[in-house]
């Protein structure tokens, strides 16, 4: 389960780099951009896995 979240996450921030560098010429490090992706696909993750359990366990 935590993988595939971390494989998405790596895949957005690294598509969002990509954007940031090529288009907009801003220099934001990879890793700050991966890591902001990380922290809000696992809040999303857990909220609606959390929402999922609430509504299904009732």
């Known amino acids: ?3 595939r979240i971390l494989f998405i996450a790596l895949l957005v921030g ?3 780099w990509i954007v940031n560098k ?3 010429n801003n ?3 990879l ?3 991966i890591a902001a992706t990380l922290v809000v ?3 999303v993750y857990l909220i609606l896995g959390s929402l999922s359990y609430l509504i299904e366990g009732f």
């Open 1 to 3: 389960m935590f993988i």
């Open 14 to 16: 690294y598509f969002i």
């Open 22 to 24: 090529k288009l907009l």
């Open 27 to 29: 220099n934001i490090a």
């Open 31 to 33: 890793a700050r951009v």
């Open 41 to 43: 696909t696992s809040l």
